[in-house]
């Protein structure tokens, strides 16, 4: 039995302790809004947050979970409103296709305030986008990162 925190919720997961974090946050806890782009860790779609580090969650096994908190993008949004970041990219047009941009919002969480195109760049670096030049991701970080 495995125990964590998923997105401020206890849980107790019953699943094989090699099964991808991935596969457990969206088979056993329905949590669909985390992607499997590659399944190698190479794209970052599935980004998710564990104990407050942006991972690949394709690569981590569930036992890393025991005792730790995990966040996801379904966790972000409060009371009905989307987290700044959200709505940034909803705004700025950051999202297109919609499979990189839960990875992409949780990698950018850890931007602080007034990050520059460069620090958005570096903390963005393990996520790949197949739709877009960049530019509108950039803009919503920018904008989201003023918004929180």
């Known amino acids: 039995m495995i125990a964590c925190k998923v997105n401020g919720t206890s849980r107790r997961l019953n699943?094989?302790?090699?099964?991808r974090v991935l596969d457990v946050l969206r088979?056993?806890?329905g949590l669909t809004g985390t992607k499997e782009g590659c399944g190698e860790g190479e794209c970052g779609a599935c980004t998710v947050r564990i104990d407050g580090v942006p991972v690949n969650s394709c690569l981590v096994p569930a036992?890393?979970?025991d005792g730790v908190s995990v966040e996801t993008i379904e966790g972000l949004g409060a009371n009905g409103k989307l987290h700044p970041l959200q709505d940034a990219f909803v705004?700025?047009?950051?999202?297109?296709?919609g499979i990189c941009t839960p990875g992409m919002i949780m990698a950018a969480l850890q931007l602080p305030r007034g990050a520059s195109t460069v620090d958005i760049q570096a903390a963005l670096a393990g996520n790949l986008c197949r739709c877009t030049g960049y530019e509108a991701i950039y803009r919503s970080v920018k904008k989201g990162a003023r918004g929180r």
Do not use: F, I, S
């Open 15 to 19: 699943v094989h302790p090699m099964k």
């Open 27 to 29: 088979e056993d806890l």
């Open 63 to 65: 036992a890393h979970l």
């Open 91 to 97: 705004v700025e047009g950051g999202a297109q296709c």
